[in-house]
């Protein structure tokens, strides 16, 4: 799993489309946000995980259009 | 004064609104159960509720609204809601709020709560720093209202920065500098290492979901048996006292229509209101929210979301409910197909006639009805995997704290669900079953007759052949799915009326199979049918009713097409 528990990472680049971009900003994750994982589905997809106190589910593709970069322990 | 409610999904807006104006708005633990602008009164003052929302700046509808609403209406006093748990999310939209320079008090809800998870807040230093007024309450216990309204402070001169990034790294340092944490590991935390656990979540799921349809056909039905003695007294009553007063024909149509009408509704009711407890029970305490995310995955099979799940389980209960719930989907395709497939799942009108089905055919057969809430979902993937189209990648959605729902809130939503569904089916479903009880009662030249020459009679006779290849080829059968469009429970009703209460008259057990099957996938009653025109707009209602009905027919056709095969093999 790419995204190991309670692994803590910062985003580095948001989407370029328009819409989807702003829904993730208006949830808190804006560029330097901090982003720590916690459960995994049982079915490997989606992901919760903890921005700014509130937890999200995130399906791994929505993920993957985010830049993310695994801060160092 | 004309006051706001202002806040982000899920902070507690509508349940402090409810308190301020005593009014029973929809309330529920997930984002997006406000969907309009609710206007109440407190004594003098106007308070308006709006929807959940993020941001004022962002394209999506609530936010929009919101936004026009605040440059449009003369505002006296912003109440910004936050539940302190979030604080930090919370500040971006109060930001926004503060820069429209108007009067604004932040109040923060669920402080007890937090109190609990460790999380402590300074409102001084908050105050201070947002340079507004900060009051703590708890729109659940009635706490600290006189504050919110106590004297109106003047708009907040602080400014912000206009980028997005920055403006939120001002509210973290904001919240840094208010808020004390003591890590715990919440109650929250704890159960969900059971409710989604990588063994253990599936079969709690099932569980659960199990139990409660158990329990809601179970309850339902005894509740519904009680409750048609006493409806069945009253209208004996109430038809002898017409008789005796108006002209037979006139007696006839309040008594028999009107009355029956009412009586079929009345019948089915118990079970719907059931339904809606356990619904209510599962969204206070979060496990709706989590059934999304546990399903997902599946259902991304078909081009759907996990929200999907949550319509169809309020769907359970009943498909124009459920239409409505589907405003969450931020998707608009996705949206269109959850609307489409809603009907396939046994709502709690269908219930007791298939109920009363299993009973008749197959008795003593307890996965009877369990088959056929599988077969629902079942052909929720079948068509969203046909019909495909665009494919929805995005999905993010909040995942709430799970909590022990309390007793009143849970009753408080039940009655606002089961509010807005008798304000339908007093509407719609009266109106169709009149018009049900016309075509069985008269025929084409509108004279009383019996039922065997009457206009649902000869209708239903041409309409059979249509019927042929699905598997029902008696002309009653016909006539009791052309009735069901008034409401799936008059379904049972006609049945009653032309079998005088011997199922077994009309079907053979494989016929009855049939009917089960296709009553489960047709389009569904005229109030759910209403519901998904508001939703969809006339032109995609239309293609969307055209789907259904074609699933329907060949779904069921093939299926009876298979029997027949399978029973010639095994002769």
Request: net charge positive.
């Amino acid at each position: 799993m790419k995204y190991e528990k309670n692994s803590i990472w910062t985003v580095m680049t948001l989407p370029e489309e328009e819409i989807f971009k702003t829904r993730l900003e208006n949830l808190g994750l804006t560029t330097g946000a901090r982003i720590t994982f916690k459960e995994t589905a049982p079915l490997g997809n989606p992901v919760i995980a903890v921005v700014r106190g509130t937890s999200y589910a995130f399906r791994l593709s929505a993920l993957e259009k985010i830049g993310l970069k695994r801060n160092e322990l | 004064m004309r006051v706001v409610l202002a806040g982000n999904p899920n902070c507690g807006k509508t349940t402090l609104f409810n308190k301020l104006t005593k009014s029973h708005f929809d309330t529920g633990n997930r984002a997006g159960v406000t969907v309009e602008e609710a206007e109440g009164r407190r004594g003098e003052d106007y308070v308006y509720d709006l929807p959940g929302i993020y941001s004022l700046t962002r394209p999506s509808n609530e936010e929009k609204a919101a936004d026009d609403f605040l440059r449009r209406e003369k505002i006296d006093l912003i109440i910004n809601v936050i539940d302190v748990k979030y604080l930090e999310r919370s500040l971006f939209l109060t930001t926004q709020l503060l820069e429209k320079r108007k009067p604004t008090v932040l109040a923060l809800n669920m402080c007890d709560e937090a109190e609990k998870l460790g999380i402590e807040t300074d409102c001084e230093t908050l105050s201070r720093l947002l340079g507004c007024k900060v009051a703590e309450i708890s729109a659940k216990k009635d706490k600290n209202f006189d504050k919110l309204f106590s004297s109106l402070p003047p708009p907040s001169e602080k400014v912000f920065p206009s980028d997005v990034a920055s403006r939120y790294a001002v509210c973290e340092k904001i919240c840094s500098r208010c808020v004390k944490r003591t890590e715990k590991i919440s109650f929250s935390e704890k159960i969900d290492k059971v409710l989604l656990g990588k063994h253990t979540a599936f079969p709690v799921f099932f569980a659960v979901m199990f139990s409660v349809l158990f329990l809601c056909s179970f309850l339902g039905n005894l509740a519904g048996k009680a409750f048609s003695v006493v409806t069945e007294y009253l209208f004996a009553k109430i038809n002898l006292f017409l008789s005796s007063r108006l002209s037979p024909s006139l007696a006839s149509l309040i008594g028999d229509g009107v009355l029956t009408g009412v009586g079929s509704v009345a019948e089915f009711l118990p079970v719907t209101v059931i339904t809606f407890f356990f619904l209510a029970l599962l969204e206070e305490s979060g496990y709706l929210a989590r059934i999304a995310f546990l399903t997902d995955r599946p259902f991304s099979v078909a081009g759907l979301s996990g929200r999907t799940a949550i319509s169809l389980i309020v769907a359970c209960g009943c498909t124009a409910s459920a239409a409505a719930s589907t405003r969450t989907i931020p998707d608009d395709a996705e949206r269109e197909k959850c609307l489409c497939s809603l009907h396939f799942m046994p709502c709690s009108a269908k219930l007791p006639l298939f109920a009363t089905f299993v009973n008749a055919f197959y008795p003593g057969n307890y996965f009877a009805l369990p088959l056929l809430y599988l077969t629902g979902v079942f052909c929720v993937f079948c068509l969203n995997i046909l019909i495909r189209g665009k494919q929805m990648q995005d999905f993010v959605m909040e995942i709430p704290a799970q909590k022990i729902p309390s007793l009143t809130g849970v009753l408080r939503k039940t009655a606002a669900f089961s509010r807005s569904f008798f304000r339908r089916t007093c509407t719609v479903v009266f109106v169709a079953s009149i018009f049900v009880w016309v075509l069985i009662n008269y025929d084409f030249s509108f004279r009383k007759c019996d039922i065997e020459s009457s206009m649902l009679a000869v209708a239903s006779e041409m309409a059979k052949y249509l019927f042929y290849p699905v598997g029902l080829t008696d002309k009653w059968h016909a006539a009791a799915v052309i009735a069901g469009f008034a409401g799936k429970e008059t379904v049972l009703g006609v049945l009653g009326v032309i079998s005088k209460g011997n199922l077994s008259l009309l079907f053979t057990p494989s016929s009855a199979l049939s009917f089960c099957l296709f009553i489960l996938l047709s389009p569904p009653c005229a109030a759910a049918c209403s519901a998904l025109k508001k939703e969809l707009g006339g032109k995609k209602f239309l293609r969307c009713l055209g789907l259904q009905f074609l699933f329907a027919y060949v779904f069921c056709a093939a299926f009876y097409a298979v029997s027949l095969l399978l029973g010639a093999v095994f002769s």
